[in-house]
């Protein structure tokens, strides 16, 4: 255990504590109001998984040493790269819900670019235009985009419940 000044959490049997719907619930409260396709798709199909990759997406929703914003524009050119044409998409948009600039995002692309080729920018470039657009459309119309901090989200797994939130259902065995 650590002596430092934060709390250790326990590990819990996820599937047993935590439903998909919660789990999925929470990732759209910490991507701002955003659940990519395909895990609406996996909770759907596969309930345990979508608990699982909740867990591992949380190294790209908590600020560490690198912030969200910059972990989520790292993945927009990692999937680019990996020339996965619907995860572009998803990455981008989450990392405008951060506050990423359209500016950040073509740069993020360049370092793709760089490393993968020029190929890159063809798959990635119907997710990018359909971000860019989103975002001059928010631009132009004032709205702003929710961008949770960390334990704003009454999730079961949020650090701290909110205050005007039910506490979190459990999954029945």
């Known amino acids: 255990m650590a002596t430092n000044d934060k709390q250790c959490k326990k590990i819990k049997n996820l599937k047993d504590e935590v439903s998909a719907e919660d789990a999925v619930d929470e990732m759209r409260c910490r991507m701002g109001n955003y659940v990519p396709h395909a895990l609406a798709h996996i909770k759907e199909h596969n309930p345990e998984l979508a608990v699982i990759i909740k867990e591992l997406d949380r190294?790209?929703?908590?600020?560490?040493?690198?912030?969200?914003?910059?972990?989520?524009?790292?993945?927009?050119?990692?999937?680019?790269?990996?020339?996965?044409?619907?995860?572009?998409?998803?990455?981008?948009?989450?990392?405008?819900?951060?506050?990423?600039?359209?500016?950040?995002?073509v740069e993020a692309m360049h370092v793709a670019v760089v490393t993968g080729g020029v190929p890159v920018w063809s798959v990635a470039k119907r997710g990018l235009s359909q971000v860019f657009s989103e975002m001059e459309e928010d631009k132009a119309s004032g709205k702003k985009v929710a961008r949770p901090g960390m334990g704003s989200c009454g999730g079961p797994m949020a650090a701290e419940k909110v205050a005007d939130k039910p506490a979190p259902r459990k999954a029945k065995k």
């Open 59 to 105: 190294v790209l929703v908590e600020d560490g040493a690198l912030d969200r914003k910059t972990k989520r524009l790292i993945a927009l050119a990692c999937v680019a790269t990996r020339m996965c044409e619907d995860c572009v998409y998803p990455q981008a948009r989450v990392a405008a819900n951060y506050g990423a600039t359209k500016e950040e995002i």
